[in-house]
Antibody, heavy 121, light 106 residues
Framework: QVQLVESGGGVVQPGRSLRLSCAAS????????MHWVRQAPGKALEWVAL????????YYADSVKGRFSISRDNSKNTLYLQMNSLRAEDTAVYYC??????????????WGQGTLVTVSS | DIQMTQSPSSLSASVGDRVTITCRAS??????LNWYQQKPGKAPKLLIF???NLQSGVPSRFSGSGSGTDFTLTIDSVQREDFADYYC?????????FGQGAKLEI
């Protein structure tokens, strides 16, 4: 069955960096686009970034552009989110999610359990 | 960027009621509209994709409609396990924005 497992969250000081990972299994990872979505405590979902199935294109929310970088290693079935220059407002649970694809209108059909990032001094 | 606005932000219902949540896009998104359910401490779950298509395994009491800028999620005969947060999301293009959410309470 499809599984997405995030890791790498934790407490980090403002201005520092953190890298999140999302290990995928149960499907052909290299044929799906992947997203990161975050949710600050008590707040709505916020889309963060998208990477195409082959890694050839990436897209970012304005709130993280220039600070965050999404990447993937299809040989390891793993998605990454490199987060630099972290701010208090980046505190959130970060989810990775699979994009079902163009044929279905790009819904996010599988999600990981989330990993909490807390930015605090 | 496309803004998504849901209404109401919260609503109360009883088991067996029919419930409707609306979502409006700031521009025409055709049917690139998805609905998710989220329970406390859990990841979101896809309910409806492409405005009106029921995701596999989702009960048929859930339905979606709309196109262009105005969309609706309907739950016929609400069950106890349906009390949760609901989000619409546009997948017309990046950034793939979500609505602010609607909390369905008993």
């Amino acid at each position: 069955q499809v599984q997405l497992v995030e890791s790498g969250g934790g407490v980090v000081q403002p201005g520092r960096s953190l890298r999140l990972s999302c290990a995928a299994s149960g499907f052909t990872f290299s044929t799906y686009g992947m997203h990161w979505v975050r949710q600050a405590p008590g707040k709505a979902l916020e889309w963060v970034a998208l990477i195409w199935y082959d890694g050839s294109n990436q897209y970012y929310a304005d709130s993280v552009k220039g600070r965050f970088s999404i990447s993937r290693d299809n040989s390891k079935n793993t998605l990454y989110l490199q987060m630099n220059s972290l701010r208090a407002e980046d505190t959130a649970v970060y989810y990775c999610a699979r994009d079902l694809g163009y044929k279905y209108g790009h819904p996010f059909d599988y999600w990981g359990q989330g990993t909490l990032v807390t930015v605090s001094s | 960027d496309i803004q998504m606005t849901q209404s109401p932000s919260s609503l109360s219902a009883s088991v067996g009621d029919r419930v409707t949540i609306t979502c409006r896009a700031s521009q025409n998104i055709s049917t690139y509209l998805n609905w998710y359910q989220q329970k406390p401490g859990k990841a979101p779950k896809l309910l409806i994709f492409a405005a009106s298509n029921l995701q596999s395994g989702v009960p048929s009491r859930f339905s979606g409609s709309g196109s262009g800028t105005d969309f609706t999620l309907t739950i016929d005969s609400v069950q106890r396990e349906d009390f949760a947060d609901y989000y619409c999301q546009q997948s017309y293009g990046a950034p793939y924005s979500f609505g602010q959410g609607a909390k369905l309470e008993i």
